[in-house]
């Protein structure tokens, strides 16, 4: 169990340029959410994987934002035409849906976007 | 709609003393789930507890208790003989039953601060 890694860790791009970040969940998860945390804020949910299913968007997930799991497994989510209120940190986190595994959804350490 | 109060922006402890984190909720969902996760400076989110709606005990890990008082919607972290390392962000969160998945609403969160 490597946990959840996200990649990169941190990212300063010009208003304007598109992002992608890139999640890699724990490997039996096949669930997979994004969320954003503005500084002085909780998480606040974006999106829902299972496996390559994209089963929810947040109305917070504008035309610019688009999510991705291509084969159940990384995700990825591309910010376009990047705004200065993108500048957030993006966590990724992921689960199983077996009820045997329990509750916990497990998060990264997130991915910090400035945009200048 | 479902929310997450924690009213306490900042909170200070001495080392090896006790401390409660609260947290109050509104659902009106009968089935829920309630979570606290530490957030160091780092931006990893590290799940410490979880405490479903109908389980009758108070959960327990280690040095957290989670002291949940139904009738009054409330869901308080305690922590017992504080530590260094403990000071982090505390964020209290509550699962939504949504199409059988995890979805998580947090709290604004609580900075905790310990001092030697």
């Known amino acids: 169990d490597t946990g959840v890694s996200q990649d990169p860790r941190h990212k300063i791009t010009k208003r304007g340029q598109n992002v992608t970040f890139r999640c890699d969940p724990i490997s039996e998860h096949n669930r997979l959410y994004w969320y954003r945390q503005t500084l002085g804020q909780g998480p606040e949910f974006l999106t829902y994987f299972q496996n390559e299913a994209q089963l929810e968007k947040s109305r917070l997930l504008s035309d610019r934002f688009s999510a991705e799991r291509p084969k159940g497994s990384f995700s990825t989510l591309e910010i376009q035409r990047t705004e200065q209120g993108d500048s957030a940190m993006y966590l990724c986190?992921?689960?199983?849906?077996?009820?045997?595994?329990?509750?916990?959804?497990?998060f990264g350490e997130g991915s910090w976007l400035t945009v200048v | 709609a479902q929310k997450i109060t924690q009213t306490q922006p900042g909170m200070f402890v001495q080392e090896k003393e006790a401390v409660t984190l609260d947290c109050t909720y509104d659902t009106s969902d009968q089935s829920y789930g309630l979570f606290w996760y530490k957030q160091p400076s780092s931006g990893e989110m590290i799940f410490l507890i979880y405490q479903g709606s109908y389980d009758e005990q108070n959960a327990t890990e280690g040095r957290y208790s989670l002291n949940f008082q139904k009738a009054r919607k409330s869901a308080n972290l305690v922590i017992s003989a504080s530590q260094l390392g403990d000071s982090a962000m505390y964020f209290c969160?509550?699962?939504?039953?949504?199409?059988?998945?995890?979805?998580?609403?947090f709290g604004a969160g609580t900075r905790l601060a310990v001092h030697p």
């Open positions: 969160a509550m699962r939504r039953p949504s199409g059988g998945y995890n979805k998580l609403i």
């Open positions: 986190a992921s689960s199983s849906s077996d009820p045997a595994s329990g509750n916990t959804i497990y």
